[in-house]
């Protein structure tokens, strides 16, 4: 830190090290530093730690942004059709289980609607999860799978509408797990 009385603050100091300090104020620096050899030395470490960072990362600091990142698209959080129209049917789905289920009494027309809505969920994701395994968590969908089955094996009474969706989970859940396992294997070309 620089004295409370001092002509030079310490955002001068980090601007005369990164080169950034306006030229009025070069000389007033470099004169207090002459006078201030401790800190000068804090400079000269600060120089040595900017010249390693920019010898390490310059190269890839220079490389051109990849297109998946432009802000301009991020910005707009664009959303194809396709998700719109899935998003759709998926709330249509989980809204028809539940007035059928009310209209029919029977909860298992609400679990069949659930399960259809989350394998349209399940079949949007695996293209992705295939193309880039490192982009999902792999000990997500192993606990998940994991969760299923000891649900499955908590149910009390063998009832279809109480083991479907268990072992349903468990399944699809186990399936993503070992494609990403399997994928992030398998060199990247």
Known sequence: MTDRDSPVTEDEL??????????????????????????????????????????????????????????????????????????AVIAAFLAGGVVGWMAVGEPIVAVACVIVADVCGAAMMTPKAYRDPYSETLAT??????????????????????????????????ALAVLIRVRRREPAW
Do not use: T
């Open 14 to 87: 980090h601007a005369y090290v990164d080169g950034e300090i306006a030229a009025d104020r070069r000389g007033a620096v470099e004169a207090w530093l002459a006078s201030h050899p401790e800190h000068a030395a804090r400079v000269a470490h600060w120089r040595a730690q900017a010249d390693a960072i920019r010898a390490r990362y310059d190269a890839i600091a220079s490389e051109p942004v990849s297109a998946r990142f432009d802000l301009d698209k991020l910005a707009r959080g664009s959303r194809s059709w396709r998700a719109v129209a899935a998003a």
């Open 141 to 174: 969908y192993a606990l998940a799978s994991l969760a299923g089955a000891l649900a499955a094996g908590a149910v009390g009474v063998l009832d279809v509408s109480l083991l479907i969706y268990p072992i349903y989970y468990c399944l699809v859940n186990g």
